[in-house]
């Protein structure tokens, strides 16, 4: 189905869904059948009433074209009743595509049959069959010798392809059908492959290959170019015991192999065939065979494995002269169809051969048409030496009979067959086309033949849609016809004469069929384009010179549902419609005469409300202030300048559709959870309202105020409600302990209960407070947040923390306390590796083992130790080892007098990096690192 909607960029996923509103039905029917549909269904249905009207109009429309439907109606496609709606699709495909390929199938039975026949026809050059749509397609040899019977040399290894691999070989297959022959993959290989696959699937898919076409460029070969010639295939002047030769000119079939095997009689030896291609010419090959024994022969030539013309080839061989000596000069042939005589184009024109006394062989007949197209023919054969051929010629002209026997051509071969009219059709006269014709007519048109000379006329009449049109032809036996006509479409009909099989000159001709009345000339007066609720309107159409047709008015409002109307004929042809508005929105007038549309005019209907002059305002709509969880929100609704009369406000309910009685505003907050809140409203005075509620949890909310589904202006307004007591702040980075000095710290900000803000962080270091480290903040979820920042410096810091404009720590910062490291032990099994530091440099070894344990030592130049006397304890360098994906090694640090060292425990191999980043008091001096390889 989609394969079909594609061409209307429309896709069906559920077909229990997709279709209950019938527009992916009427594509689908007008895509197959190459038809409109019409123009009455809705393009954009809103409601169940106008979904419905769309699938009976495909109902309609599939009636008219004789489809049958059995128990299924609109209401199942419409509550998606699957098993029904599978059968519906089935339906429509098998009438315009399967059996519309099957119309010109002469054989009986049902349609399985003949598309059965229809697949076999295709096969036959291979000489395979198909049995059934199931077991013989499984394992994909079937499906690949079809495609290269249709385009040959396309898959000419189909005959070597491995039955076990079944899904590889449907895939080549349906993949080069659809690649060079426009059969469109409409099951998976897995599902013809499949011991349990659909025989319904499949006879769909193979109906591609009924008319299918090869596109240009395809690699296929043409061995119906191929010619074979000679004594061993034309059996001329062959004796047992002799050699019998021949040759293959398949040189102009593209690239493949020629194979050529010879039957002997029944009871004979098998027969060895020599041949090979000559050097001179590509794609031509000489050979022989020794026939032993008398009797019948028969010579297979193939072309990548597709019969060669006139293959096979039966050959009589034997002993006596008289018997094996052939003379065309004895052939008798006699009949109209090589004459021409009283035939006339798609009549049947025949001849026979007889033969009996020319010698062991058998006739060979070619027919080509006027325009060098062969011509096909049926050849009956009485079994005793005699022939009856007879062929339909599709046109005058003329045709060339060609008759061989023995490979020799018969004396008068080719017949010059020429077929020419027996009427003068330029004399016959048509009158009565020009009058006007409108339906419900039967108009009648006056055709003479008295002077044309004898013969058959026919008739053929289009209407505007491309259907026959059906007619009565009548005549005097005097050469004067009347030709009668029904037409029921509105437009320009065509009809086609013909006259002896001649074409009437100047035709087709042309019939314009007018409706029965007139629509434009049709008038609607309208006095007020605005309406008010509650007052009749009332409006004129007059039709009085627009003829006979149905008047039809339709007041419709802005849902799509029609309004009652009243309707009143005092004089002929006034007709007058009163109706009243009962709500505000618009309203269409819809008036059609005869069945065409005459007007589309809206009119409006003022409301009791205008929503454009309603006022509101209050907590948390004209401020951004936000609500406070567990305090009343109070809002006022000043409706006193927007209603025209009284007015009803309420609380809207979204779980009901439609409410008892109708309100002329409906209000609804909804809070984080999607969940409505309870309101309370109130009519403090005429027009003004107050409307309160409490929100129970933070987070955003939303107040939506609306009028028959028409929000007032700014709505819908959102409304923020905070909890910030629900906000916890915890981790070692607001801690007073847990801080390493020279590494990196964090804390976490959960504020998930607390509504969305931005959150701020503002740290200050030790002392002056002119170190202020840089936090990095991250939100691995929605209101969680993770906070880190660098510990270069030991001693205490102060953290701000503000989410929004509240601060969490109460205007006073956390303090959390950064200690220097202290010294740990190291399993004693373990070799030590030193790297010696210095001032801004690092020595590290290029290798250490991952057994190893590494002290990295370091000593202050003079100039830290100046400092340090000047202004007091130094602080230690922060020293960090980071391995493999950033992880840090865990590290010991111990100090003595200005030496430093840090004992370092590697876990992983792979490349390892020391930082070392010197600083005193507040002032840093710089970094600086070395690399270093951990290995097994």
Not at 285 to 301: F, I, Q
Not at 463 to 484: E, Q
Not at 696 to 711: M, P, Q, W
Request: charged fraction near 25%; proline fraction near 7%.
């Amino acid at each position: 189905m989609n394969e079909h909607l594609k061409h209307r960029k429309l896709e069906v996923e559920d077909i229990t869904e997709d279709l209950n509103d019938g527009l992916a039905l009427i594509n689908l029917l007008e895509v197959l059948s190459h038809k409109s549909i019409g123009r009455h269904y809705t393009k954009k249905p809103r409601i169940n009433a106008q979904k419905m009207e769309n699938i009976v109009a495909t109902f309609n429309f599939m009636k008219g074209e004789g489809i049958k439907i059995v128990n299924i109606d609109s209401t199942d496609i419409m509550q998606g009743n699957m098993k029904l709606t599978l059968g519906l699709i089935w339906t429509l495909i098998f009438n315009y595509q399967i059996a519309a390929n099957l119309k010109d199938v002469d054989s009986g039975g049902g349609p399985k049959k003949q598309l059965l026949n229809k697949i076999n026809q295709k096969l036959r050059p291979s000489g395979r069959k198909a049995k059934n749509f199931t077991n013989d397609w499984t394992d994909g040899t079937l499906l690949a010798c079809l495609v290269n019977c249709i385009a040959p040399g396309l898959l000419p290894n189909y005959t070597i392809l491995n039955p076990d691999d079944k899904v590889e070989n449907v895939k080549l297959a349906m993949d080069l059908a659809e690649t060079w022959l426009g059969v469109p993959k409409l099951l998976a290989p897995e599902d013809m492959a499949s011991t349990s696959a659909d025989d319904l699937s499949n006879m769909t898919y193979l109906s591609g290959f009924l008319d299918c076409k090869v596109k240009e460029g395809a690699p296929v070969v043409y061995p119906n170019r191929a010619i074979a010639r000679g004594p061993g295939v034309s059996g001329v002047g062959l004796l047992p015991g002799k050699p019998a030769t021949f040759e293959i000119d398949a040189s102009k079939c593209g690239a493949g192999d020629v194979v050529v095997t010879v039957d002997g009689p029944e009871g004979s030896d098998p027969v060895k065939v020599e041949y090979s291609a000559t050097g001179d010419t590509p794609g031509i090959y000489t050979g022989s065979y020794h026939p032993k024994d008398e009797g019948e022969y028969v010579v297979n030539v193939t072309f990548c494995g597709v019969d060669v013309p006139k293959a096979p080839f039966k050959v009589k061989i034997y002993n006596d002269g008289p018997r094996n000596k052939v003379d065309p000069k004895k052939v008798k042939v006699e009949g109209p169809g090589l004459t021409g005589e009283d035939i006339l184009p798609e009549e049947n024109a025949w001849f026979k051969i007889n033969y009996t006394e020319a010698g062991p062989a058998e006739p060979k007949v070619e027919i080509v048409g006027p325009d060098s197209q062969p011509i096909s023919f049926n050849v009956e054969q009485d079994g005793k030496g005699e022939q009856y051929v007879s062929y339909k010629p599709p046109k005058f002209g003329m045709y060339n009979v060609a008759i061989n026997f023995g490979g020799m051509p018969l004396p008068n071969s080719p017949y010059k067959v020429k077929i020419s009219p027996k009427v003068d059709a330029s004399k016959v006269k048509v009158a009565g086309l020009a009058q006007l014709v409108r339906i419900g007519d039967s108009p009648v048109f006056n055709i003479d033949t008295s002077a044309a000379g004898d013969g058959k006329l026919e008739a053929q009449v289009v209407s505007p849609s491309g259907k026959l049109l059906k007619f009565v032809l009548d005549d005097d036996d005097k050469g004067h016809h009347t030709l009668k006509i029904n037409p029921s479409e509105v437009g320009t009909h065509t009809i086609s004469l013909v006259y002896g099989k001649v074409p009437v000159p100047h035709g087709p001709f042309s019939v314009k069929v007018r409706p029965e009345c007139e629509p434009d000339k049709v008038k609607v007066c309208i006095e007020n384009s605005t309406l008010r609720i509650g007052q009749p309107t009332v409006f004129k159409v007059d039709s009085t010179e627009a003829g006979n047709g149905d008047l039809k008015v339709r007041i419709i409002d802005n849902l799509g549902n029609e309004v009652d109307v009243d309707h009143d004929q005092a004089d002929y042809g006034v007709d007058t419609f009163t109706f009243v508005p009962k709500k505000e929105g618009d309203y269409t007038v819809d008036v059609t005469f005869g069945g065409e549309p005459v007007t589309e005019q809206k009119l409006t209907a003022e409301p009791r409300l205008k929503l454009d002059k309603l006022n509101i305002f209050g907590d948390g709509l004209n401020s951004s202030k936000p609500l406070k969880v567990g305090e009343e929100c109070k809002m006022t609704i000043d409706a006193s300048r927007a209603m025209t009369g009284d007015i009803v406000i309420r609380e809207k309910d979204p779980s009901k559709m439609s409410q008892d009685s109708p309100a002329d505003l409906e209000l609804l907050v909804v809070g984080p959870d999607g969940r409505p809140v309870t309101l309370e409203i109130e009519e403090s005075e005429e027009g003004v309202f107050k409307v309160a509620f409490t929100p129970d949890k933070a987070g955003d909310y939303l107040f939506v105020a609306e009028s028959e589904g028409v929000a007032a202006p700014k709505c819908p307004i959102p409304l923020k409600a905070r909890g910030l007591k629900s906000v916890k702040v915890y981790g070692p980075g607001i801690e007073p302990s847990g801080n390493l000095c020279g590494f990196d710290t964090h804390f976490v900000v959960d504020a998930r209960e607390a509504g969305e803000e931005k959150l701020h962080v503002d740290i200050c270091g030790p002392g002056t407070g002119e170190f202020k480290p840089m936090p990095t903040i991250t939100e691995p979820k929605k209101g969680l947040f993770n906070v880190k920042y660098d510990v270069g410096l030991h001693n205490m810091y102060g953290v701000n923390v503000k989410y929004g404009e509240e601060s969490l720590n109460k205007g006073k910062p956390y303090k959390p306390k950064v200690h220097t490291h202290s010294v740990g032990a190291f399993p004693s099994t373990r070799r030590r590796v030193e790297i010696q530091v210095t001032h801004m440099s690092v020595e590290a070894p290029s290798q250490c083992s991952v057994d190893d344990y590494i002290d990295i030592r370091l000593k202050y130049a003079q100039r830290f130790k100046t400092m340090a006397s000047v202004c007091g304890p130094a602080q230690p360098p922060a020293v960090k080892v980071i391995g493999p994906g950033r992880k840090l090694v865990d590290t010991k640090t111990s100090v003595k007098d200005s030496v430093y060292k840090v004992r370092a425990s590697p876990v992983e191999t792979g490349s390892h990096k020391v930082v070392v980043r010197c600083s005193d008091s507040d002032l840093v001096y710089g970094s600086f690192s070395n690399m270093f390889e951990i290995t097994k």
